[in-house]
């Protein structure tokens, strides 16, 4: 299906990223071959986004847990992670695309920390699309992060006790790291895999999920397209009867 045909875009597509690996081993080739492949794929869904008038895409690129991958692996996929950057950073400021890093940056190299700071400033006044890179990320330590901003706001503005006490769902929503950006409409995952692994937790309530066999280096325009398609087909109810 063509993106003409699309009838309904969601305003947010959220990608986590899965089977690199698998697809790297399926090849006989090293592990970061896959991820190195897998770049390709964020460029190519970057570009397929922002022609079909998604306003965020966001990309689930390295968990909190991920830390706990082999030293060669982390390091491996941090290097590529600057080198992407660098490589995509102009391309990024001509297309309009503005760049944004969220997650625990506190455990990011320096190298890394400073070429994100560069590309979010470069690009901080684009508005065709947004694109989020979770980077250090989970979505148990994004609302534990929240509480404790809270907590220290409370403490500091005894005066505004009740008023925070007194604060909703979508009051809490600004604690959060995705503060100001759209929850997910949709949710695609890659490679068979049909786990949240402590993702978007909060965000994610009402999101639409998607599950595909098809492993990450291989998820292109096509099949983004694909799952914009299928987003489209989709009966969004928020809990109540239409
Ligand atoms: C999952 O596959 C993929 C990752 C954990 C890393 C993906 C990160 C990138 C491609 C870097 C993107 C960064 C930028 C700046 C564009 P896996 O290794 O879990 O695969 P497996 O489940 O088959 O082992």
């Not at 922002?50 to 965020?56: Q, R």
């Not at 190299?109 to 400073?114: C, Q, V």
């Not at 979505?139 to 500091?156: R, S, V």
Request: aromatic share 10%; net charge negative; proline share 2%.
């Amino acid at each position: 299906m063509t993106t003409e045909t699309i009838s309904k875009v969601p305003a947010h597509v959220s990608l986590i990223m899965d089977g690199n690996g698998r697809w790297a081993k399926e090849r006989g080739k090293e592990r970061v071959q896959g991820h190195f492949e897998g770049v390709e794929s964020v460029h190519a869904c970057v570009q397929a986004a922002a022609k079909a008038g998604v306003k965020y895409l966001s990309i689930f690129a390295f968990s909190e847990e991920n830390w706990n991958r082999p030293e060669a692996e982390v390091v491996s996929l941090m290097g590529l992670m600057v080198k992407a950057m660098a490589a995509y950073i102009d391309g990024m400021c001509e297309e309009g695309v503005r760049f944004v890093v969220l997650g625990n940056r506190a455990r990011l190299g320096d190298e890394l920390n400073a070429i994100i700071d560069s590309c979010m400033e470069r690009t901080a006044h684009n508005d065709r699309l947004t694109f989020i890179i979770f980077i250090s990320y989970s979505g148990k330590w994004d609302i534990l992060q929240a509480a404790k901003k809270m907590a220290l706001e409370m403490e500091e503005n005894p005066e505004r006790k009740q008023e925070i006490l007194d604060m909703g769902v979508s009051g809490f929503d600004k604690y959060l790291v995705t503060a100001g950006i759209p929850d997910p409409d949709l949710i695609v995952r890659t490679s068979g895999e049909n786990r949240l692994s402590n993702y978007l937790l909060w965000q994610g309530a009402y999101s639409e999920f998607l599950f595909v066999d098809t492993l990450w280096p291989d998820f292109r325009e096509k099949e983004f397209n694909d799952a914009l398609a299928e987003y489209a087909k989709r009966d969004r109810r928020y809990g109540k009867v239409k």
